[in-house]
């Protein structure tokens, strides 16, 4: 927290961002022996292989490095091999490809928040896209346990997955540097508004992810990142100045990635993807923006829909023999798993203080196999419950 002569910082204003002070944030080495599951250090970033985090046991162990990763230590952190079976990766690249072209055919294509109109292909919603229209790909796709790890090292249960496909076509101009969702999102004179907990707060409500959907090498433009810029408490009300623009500019660092590789990373870290500067490859990556069951998140998602589509998979799949956690997993990454806001007279606790959530009664529906009909029924009925 920073400090001033009379104590911690209520507001936060322009006039308290000083380049001096990022600099000595982001001007420090990123130590390896403060994480000792990482596989290696890059650039200031840690490098993890997935399949060594896999076969540890202290799974709570894990969860508490990528906490003090994110918090305190560099901001971002690179899994190698998060998803081991590419299989699983291009039948969700197919799946991707078809959703951009359905919606190019149709006019609805879409642009960036930060990027030039016609840069790059992107898909809003992809997460119950996906889910209605592909609900196999999605179940093997968001089984995956990487993401649900650091998923619940950062927010915790209950987390809330949305889903965006950005692909940086050759030629695809880099994206102005910012920092990320929510109050990144906002105006100077908006962020401002906030006192000064409410930026310290804001981070620790999202946790920004992206998976790649090909081999990303530097000339494709893999995304740019500051690390440590996550620990600049004026940061939300710096990143649009001159002097950040241009120190940003001359020292970021960039990673390339196989396909298969994710990266999570703190929002509040300075960030932006990279000029596409290859001559064929079209940059796919489906950013994943994970919310905190506390927060809010950006996009809307029809959570009844996605799981509707998806509870045959799972009853399929729990007949072939897949394991609770991979089920759990893809409940998880499509379902409401917070049950407020509701109304407690119609829905009211159920064996303790909250009543049970939409996870819960997906996770109810799997394991006495319900019909798809009633599951259905029940989530209307719930759904009701929660609007009167």
């Not at 409401?336 to 529906?365: C, H, I, K, M, N």
Request: glycine content about 6%.
């Amino acid at each position: 927290m920073a400090l001033t002569a009379r104590g911690p910082r209520t507001w936060l204003t322009e006039e308290d961002c000083r380049l001096d002070e990022l600099r000595s944030l982001v001007e420090q080495d990123t130590e390896s022996r403060d994480h000792p599951f990482a596989e290696a250090v890059e650039q200031g970033v840690l490098v993890y292989d997935s399949d060594r985090l896999r076969a540890v046991a202290d799974r709570r162990a894990v969860r508490a490095e990528f906490v003090h990763a994110l918090l305190d230590g560099p901001g971002i952190v690179v899994l190698k091999r998060a998803f081991p079976d590419l299989d699983v990766v291009d039948r969700a690249t197919a799946a991707f490809n078809a959703l951009i072209e359905g919606e190019r055919v149709t006019g609805t294509a879409r642009g960036d928040h930060f990027a030039k109109p016609g840069a790059n292909d992107r898909v809003w919603s992809a997460l119950d896209k996906t889910a209605r229209r592909a609900p196999e790909v999605f179940a093997d796709y968001y089984a995956n346990d990487m993401l649900a790890l650091i998923s619940e090292a950062w927010l915790g249960p209950g987390y809330q997955v949305t889903s965006q496909i950005n692909v940086v076509n050759p030629g695809g101009a880099a994206q102005s540097v910012h920092r990320d969702y929510h109050l990144g999102f906002l105006t100077q004179e908006q962020a401002a508004a906030y006192p000064a907990h409410v930026h310290r707060l804001s981070p620790v409500l999202t946790l920004q992810g992206a998976v790649a959907h090909c081999d990303m090498p530097v000339e494709s433009g893999p995304t740019l990142y500051l690390p440590h810029s996550q620990k600049y408490e004026p940061g939300y009300l710096a990143w649009r100045r001159p002097e950040f623009v241009d120190y940003f500019e001359k020292h970021h660092i960039q990673l390339p990635l196989d396909k298969g590789d994710a990266v999570f990373f703190n929002p509040a870290l300075f960030h932006a993807a990279g000029h596409n500067r290859s001559a064929d490859i079209k940059r796919m990556a489906n950013l994943l923006q994970i919310s905190s069951a506390f927060g809010r998140a950006m996009e809307t998602v029809d959570r009844d829909a996605m799981v509707n589509a998806l509870f045959p998979v799972l009853l399929r799949r729990k007949a072939d023999g897949v394991d609770e956690e991979w089920l759990r997993r893809v409940i998880a990454a499509s379902a409401e798993g917070y049950p407020f806001p509701t109304d407690l007279d119609l829905d009211p606790p159920v064996d303790g203080l909250a009543p049970p959530s939409q996870a819960d009664t997906v996770w109810r529906a799997v394991a006495e196999e319900w019909s798809p009909e009633r599951l259905r029924q029940e989530l209307r009925d719930g759904a009701q419950r929660r609007r009167r």
